[in-house]
């Protein structure tokens, strides 16, 4: 499964008000945000990496994201990686004609280039040191790791030199990171690979839907900079509930025609999709004001409320697959085998 565009789209209002610029980015990784942001994230956050108790997690480190509202920080969290053999490569934010883009993570068997930002816990800016593969099972590096070795065999420990110890959450730009991928980086970014896990989706969605994480709200210093595990978010029982549908980019096919034909399916979806969760919301709040006019019963309210949940889910879980299905029919078709560059 190759790597999904992400997009963040603003009303020109909001981006006039944020300081955002719409511009067109070079392709660094394999998916970046269509709209550019001039205000740098903050610097990563010193924390403790929490214990891992069960063997088979790989460490996701947080990271900052952002929204029309600003960046939020998504805790670092230990998370089942899609397959036996794949490592996870974190996104960052890289600098490039006049703004800071998001590179998103990725799920793939070598870990590929990450902004050369120093994450911790074996994420020093290039490469992992916090455990590899070895068969069927994963080894940790307790050196960087922090994991429960009465639960956890599969240990070993290997002296890490780090000389990267600034907390810099960026690549280029005035004040960023200086790296540039290697040969073997690139080449793991353009290799077949996964996306984030549903888990992690949920996570980071779970984490902007948090106030306390805000950056606005915390200054940078997180409370919740990381958990054991990824943060589950409480069910939906509104429309209101439900995030806003976001306008997703379409992937470059190299073919012009094709990828306007491409984008335009996708707003289409998109603008269907919000027409949808705004009606509905609105059919809840009629349902809200008309039951309030009949004689309190509890049975009934808790009965409407279980209607609203049931169609809120159902709303959502259809609208995921339509947009999972979309993207399916747009995958450029894979080109012939070839092998990837050796590093």
Same mark, same amino acid.
């Given at each position: ?5 992400k997009s963040l789209?603003?009303r020109?209002a909001?981006a =006039?008000a944020l300081? =955002?610029?719409?511009?067109?980015l ?10 550019s ?5 903050p610097a990563l #956050?010193v924390?403790e *990496?929490?214990? =891992?108790?069960?063997a088979?997690?790989? @460490?996701a480190?947080?990271?900052w994201d952002?929204t ?5 920080w998504?805790?670092?969290? !230990? ?6 053999g =794949?490592? !996870? %490569?974190p996104?960052?934010w890289? @600098?490039?004609n006049?703004g800071?883009? !998001?590179?998103?993570?990725? @799920?793939?068997?070598?870990? $590929? &280039?990450?902004g050369?930002i120093?994450?911790? &816990? /074996?994420?020093?800016? *290039?490469g992992? %040191?916090? /455990?590899? @593969?070895?068969?069927?099972q994963?080894?940790?590096?307790t050196e960087?790791?922090h994991v429960?070795?009465t ?11 780090n000389?990267n110890?600034n907390?810099?959450? &960026?690549n280029g $730009?005035? $004040?960023g990171v200086?790296a540039? #991928?290697t040969?073997a980086?690139q080449a793991?970014?353009?290799a #077949?690979h996964?996306a984030?896990?549903?888990v992690q989706?949920?996570?980071r969605?779970a ?8 950056a ?6 997180p409370?919740m900079?990381a958990t054991p595990?990824?943060?589950e978010?409480a069910a939906?029982?509104?429309?209101a509930?439900l995030?806003?549908?976001v306008?997703q980019?379409?992937r470059?096919t190299?073919n012009v ?6 984008q335009r399916?996708?707003?289409?979806l ?8 705004q009606?509905? +919301?609105?059919r809840?709040t ?7 006019? +009949?004689?309190?019963a509890n049975?009934n309210? *808790? ?5 609203h949940?049931? +169609? %809120?889910?159902a709303?959502?879980q259809?609208?995921?697959?339509e +947009?999972?299905?979309l993207?399916?029919t ?5 080109a012939g085998?070839?092998?990837?560059p050796?590093?």
């Amino acid at each position: 499964m190759r790597q999904i565009s992400k997009s963040l789209l603003i009303r020109s209002a909001c981006a =006039l008000a944020l300081g =955002l610029a719409v511009i067109a980015l070079p392709e660094i990784a394999t998916a970046q945000i269509s709209v550019s942001i001039t205000l740098a994230p903050p610097a990563l #956050p010193v924390y403790e *990496q929490p214990v =891992l108790v069960e063997a088979g997690g790989i @460490w996701a480190p947080g990271y900052w994201d952002y929204t029309q509202d600003g960046y939020f920080w998504v805790p670092g969290a !230990w998370v089942q990686p899609p397959e036996v053999g =794949l490592l !996870w %490569t974190p996104g960052y934010w890289g @600098w490039g004609n006049g703004g800071y883009a !998001w590179n998103a993570g990725y @799920w793939g068997p070598t870990v $590929g &280039f990450y902004g050369g930002i120093a994450y911790g &816990f /074996g994420y020093s800016g *290039q490469g992992y %040191t916090g /455990g590899h @593969w070895q068969g069927q099972q994963f080894y940790y590096n307790t050196e960087v790791s922090h994991v429960n070795v009465t639960n956890i065999h599969n240990v070993y420990r290997q002296t890490v030199v780090n000389n990267n110890v600034n907390r810099v959450s &960026f690549n280029g $730009g005035t $004040g960023g990171v200086r790296a540039q #991928p290697t040969a073997a980086e690139q080449a793991a970014a353009h290799a #077949p690979h996964q996306a984030a896990t549903a888990v992690q989706t949920q996570h980071r969605e779970a984490a902007m839907a948090n106030h306390a994480l805000s950056a606005s709200v915390n200054h940078g210093k997180p409370q919740m900079a990381a958990t054991p595990k990824p943060i589950e978010r409480a069910a939906p029982m509104h429309a209101a509930d439900l995030p806003p549908v976001v306008h997703q980019a379409a992937r470059s096919t190299g073919n012009v025609a094709r990828d306007t034909a491409n984008q335009r399916a996708k707003d289409e979806l998109s603008n269907s999709q919000e027409k949808q969760r705004q009606e509905l +919301q609105q059919r809840q709040t009629a349902d809200h004001e008309q039951a309030a006019k +009949q004689p309190a019963a509890n049975g009934n309210a *808790q009965a409407l409320e279980r209607q609203h949940q049931a +169609q %809120t889910q159902a709303l959502a879980q259809r609208h995921t697959m339509e +947009q999972k299905t979309l993207q399916e029919t747009q995958e450029p078709k894979p080109a012939g085998k070839h092998e990837a560059p050796h590093s």
